[in-house]
């Protein structure tokens, strides 16, 4: 119950055992073919192009900010904590001019503050992070889009902690990239970064003067291979990581046999049986509105009295929850991830856990067993 690696569904463990396929054979090409496609769908960007590209989210990060920028850029991060600095780290690695608007961690920046600094001009882009994995903090994607739009800046909006599991509609919406990894909602192992690009971004890249500034992040070298495997045909720039690209086609069947609209609602019912058991442990969150809560992890604050080692005396009872990240905060909160095949039998089983690991801790609070009573309730309410 860690925001990732996440745990993921037996059909997908058995395509990681299968044989490993070469990347040109005929019926892996088909399958990587599938993946692009199911990709658009998952993204609810059916006129976006995917890239799947071997490497972690940091990647994917890199392969929005190595294509979109260009030395001198301006760029507005929206800022809501580790994540959000990592973007700018890279972006300015990439020779953007960056400009914070940050909030205190557990809150987002207020719209208006961005749409104020966009209204100055000037902004090539404006990066988001959808969910930032240290806060718990969901941004409020569809007003900040919108303003991009209207200020005429490109988006990208970091999903690492959110596609598939956080409602969004990257066509709908208006939003120009949306990245991710494989080992969150998406239900893979670690090892995949997964960019959805729109026209608009890919007409800005190819309009650049300066080149990329990195070869294997290149989308130039990525789009043929892409626009290859999906017209049925091999291609070869760099060796894709062929078995974990069938677990993923096998996972994002199964997200879509669930459907868009019913796994981000029934990510948001295993978030609200999870608030419903913090109200009732009288634990805080991070997040400070319901508006600005993720449905995808929880963010929560140690009580008075117990430290970080409840993190252990939770593993004491069979559950693995993580520590806190934001680096102002880390020692005085916990997070557990709910995301990807996460049902209302492994929040009891969590919730249940964190009970007993901190009536062990010595936290008084009310009656054993009232935590998993709110979430049972809050699930029959749901
Ligand atoms: N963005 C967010 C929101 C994340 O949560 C993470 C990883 N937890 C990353 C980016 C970086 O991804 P990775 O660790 O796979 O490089």
Redesign the pocket.
Known sequence: MIP?PVEVEPEVLQALSAPVPGHLDPTFVATFGRVLRRLREVCLAPGAQPFVVAG???LA?ELAAANLVEPGDAVLVVNTGY?SD?MAHILERHGARVTHVRAPPGEAPDVARVEAELARGGFKLMSV?H???STAVLAPMEPLLRAARQHGALSVV?G??ATAGEAFHQDAWGADVYFT?S?KALGVP?GLALLTASPRALEVWRARKAPVASVYADWAEWLPVMDAYEAGRNAYFATPPTSLICALDVSLGLILAEGMAARFARHRRMALAFRAAWSALGLRMLPTSEAVAAHTLSAVYYPEGVDAGLVARVRGQGVTVAGGLHPELKARYFRVGHMNRVNASDVLTTVGAIERALVEAGHRHAAPGSAVAAAQAALGAA
């Open positions: 990732g972690s989210g940091t990060m994540f990592r992070t969910v930032d994995t970091d690492v902690c990894a080992q670690p």
